[in-house]
């Protein structure tokens, strides 16, 4: 059965399309799968054994500790992302980790030794690799310039609009977002305090921009969050 779910979540996502069938069906083979529910640990950086995942159903935040074991949100991981050893480097100095948000997730996984012959075989998958890779990090770079260069209303405002344009759902003039992550979480991942992100949220719901909840967050006018 599990073959089977490896071989529709390869052949569905991007990455995989240059891919033939029989290819997709070899690389099922060498491909992990594993599902974990909300609150576990799927990733360590400092793995002896490196992997890279391909994450198909749900969502997973990748968190930063600093050498004062302070925890900030890297990124949050959605359907069709990779995370892991991306770079195909091991890198001793980091210090992260993944953990489940929603309330179920679906993994595929490769050992980064397997990935990196599978790259070496196929030219077009290793071009569409760096190309995916890039774009991601890219994004990365975009969101640590905001923090620098933005103050903590602007920045959440930016990060419900991202958020809204990957996940919400629009009906009836309005969006809805699936909210899998806690006050403090938000926090973290707009740096500032889980104090401010409260009163950010509360400001913004009273002023009509949002209706939070632990279930969802309702954006009836996604423009108005750019409306001082």
Request: aromatic share 10%.
């Amino acid at each position: 059965m599990y073959d089977e779910l490896k071989y529709w979540y390869l052949r569905d996502h991007k990455l995989f399309r240059i891919l033939s069938f029989s290819q997709i069906r070899q690389l099922c083979i060498i491909t992990g799968f594993k599902k974990a529910a909300k609150g576990e640990i799927i990733y360590f950086s400092s793995s002896e054994v490196p992997r890279i995942f391909l994450l198909k159903r749900g969502a997973i935040k990748i968190v930063s500790v600093d050498e004062n074991g302070e925890e900030t949100i890297k990124d949050i991981i959605q359907k069709g992302d990779l995370f892991g050893e991306l770079t195909l480097e091991t890198d001793k100095q980091a210090n992260e980790y993944a953990k489940v948000l929603s309330d179920e997730v679906s993994i595929c996984s490769f050992l980064m030794s397997d990935f990196e012959n599978l790259l070496l075989k196929h030219p077009g998958l290793a071009l569409s690799y760096t190309k995916f890779v890039g774009l991601k990090m890219k994004r990365i770079r975009n969101n640590y310039s905001n923090l620098v260069s933005k103050d903590a209303r602007t920045r959440l405002y930016q990060f419900l609009k991202d958020w809204a344009e990957r996940e919400g759902i629009a009906a009836d003039g309005h969006i809805t977002i699936e909210n899998y992550l806690t006050q403090n979480d938000i926090g973290q991942i707009i740096c500032t305090s889980r104090q401010t992100a409260t009163q950010l949220l509360n400001e913004m719901e009273a002023d009509g921009k949002i209706r939070y909840s632990r279930k969802e967050i309702v954006i009836p006018d996604i423009n108005a969050l750019f409306i001082g």
